[in-house]
Each structure stands twice: as structure tokens, then as C-alpha cells.
DNA sequence: AGATTGATAAGG
DNA sequence: CTTATCAATCTT
């Protein structure tokens, strides 16, 4: 193989907790890349999780469709979709199957914005479903853990207001 | 603050 | 089929 099995994380416990401990969780962790055999790293800076049916913020909240599906699979696989026409979105689904909640990946270091990023890592949709344990292209490697703090999501403002006062977006100091 | 952009989902 | 709605981003 040509990353270093000893960081990377394979312990399916890690994705199947819920989106909150798992958003703040992976700040500081590493999002590797192996494009065309070359391996990239980008250190995880911003998550936002969207949490269940009761989350007027969550895609899951207005049921079951094709495009959401993947978010009831158990923790562990990527969701990716496109927004606005042009940005792919990079999620990780988080919490035991038949739970749908998924992490937000907003921002790694260098690149400020979720579009920016799957941009920088030619992310797209093919990347939907995919297995972040098994893969061979997009992985996690563990980190040192960074000061953060808690915030309300961006974008959101079609959601209840309980849902846009929630501290659920997690962003490195 | 406004323009942009096209997949997605809901409605006729 | 048509329409409204966006987990953004860029340019004024």
C-alpha cells in the first residue's frame, strides 16, 4: 500500500459516534488524497455536522430520497453533492446505520470554503458513498488535536431558529 | 449587496 | 414537463 497503515484510521467506532463528537473530533485530523499515485494531505481546520430528521438544517429532515440516502448508511463513507449549481460538498456520514447525520467538511489549511476544497482535491460526486476504511483514493490519518471553538452553521438561514442557534459548526482559533 | 449556476425535489 | 430552492463563491 502507499500510505502508512499505522496512522490511518480504520476503527469504525470513530465514525459511528454521533455527528457532534465527530465533528470536533476531526478537527486537526488529516484528509489524505492519492491522486494519479501522488498523496496529498490537508489538515482538517472546520466541520459543521447536521444531525437526524428533527434538523431543519439537514438535508435527512425532509426524508429519504436518492440524494440523501447514503446519510442513513452507517458512519464511515463520504457524502458528496453538489450546491448551488457548482460546489461539491464533502461530508462524512457519522453515527450507526439508520441514523442519518454527516459532517460537514467546511474547511482544510489552506483552503477556506467547502467548494474550495473538493476543488483543491478533485473531489466529486463519484467520491459519493465512498468507504473511508476500505478506500484507496481518500482516507484518514490521525493528528494532533488543536484548539477549537463552537459556532452557529453558515448558510442556514432557511432552518428553524432553533436549528440556526445550535453551536454546531467547530473551527480551529 | 448582487450575480451567478445547475442538480435536486416537488408539483401539475 | 415546469418551477423553486439551495450546507457558495466571486465580483462590484
Known amino acids: 500500500m502507499q500510505y502508512s497503515d499505522n ?5 469504525v467506532d470513530f465514525f459511528t459516534r454521533d455527528g457532534q ?3 470536533q473530533s476531526l478537527i486537526g485530523k488529516y484528509i489524505c488524497r492519492n ?6 494531505r490537508y489538515r482538517i481546520t472546520e466541520t459543521e455536522c447536521y444531525i437526524g430528521t428533527e434538523d431543519t438544517a439537514c438535508h435527512a429532515h425532509k426524508g429519504r430520497t436518492a440524494r440523501t440516502d447514503i446519510m442513513w448508511a452507517e458512519g464511515g ?4 453533492y ?4 457548482i460546489h461539491n460538498m464533502l461530508n462524512f456520514v457519522s453515527g450507526t446505520e439508520g441514523t442519518p447525520q ?7 489549511e489552506g483552503y477556506k470554503g467547502p467548494g474550495k476544497l473538493t476543488k483543491a482535491l478533485s473531489i466529486d460526486r463519484s467520491f459519493n458513498g465512498e468507504n473511508l ?10 493528528g494532533e488535536s488543536l484548539p477549537y471553538t463552537a459556532t452557529p452553521r453558515i448558510g442556514i438561514n432557511y432552518a ?5 442557534n445550535a453551536l454546531w459548526r467547530f473551527v480551529v482559533r
Do not use: F, N, P, Q
Not at 7 to 11: E, G, H, L, N, V
Open 35 to 40: 491522486i494519479d499515485g501522488t498523496i496529498h
Open 133 to 142: 476504511l476500505e478506500s484507496d483514493r481518500i482516507w484518514l490519518e490521525d
Open 77 to 80: 463513507v463520504c457524502y458528496v
Open 102 to 108: 454527516a459532517v460537514l467538511i467546511r474547511g482544510v
Open 82 to 85: 453538489l450546491c448551488y449549481g
Open 7 to 11: 496512522m490511518r484510521i480504520i476503527d
Open 21 to 23: 463528537t465527530l465533528a
Open 160 to 164: 428553524e431558529e432553533k436549528d440556526r
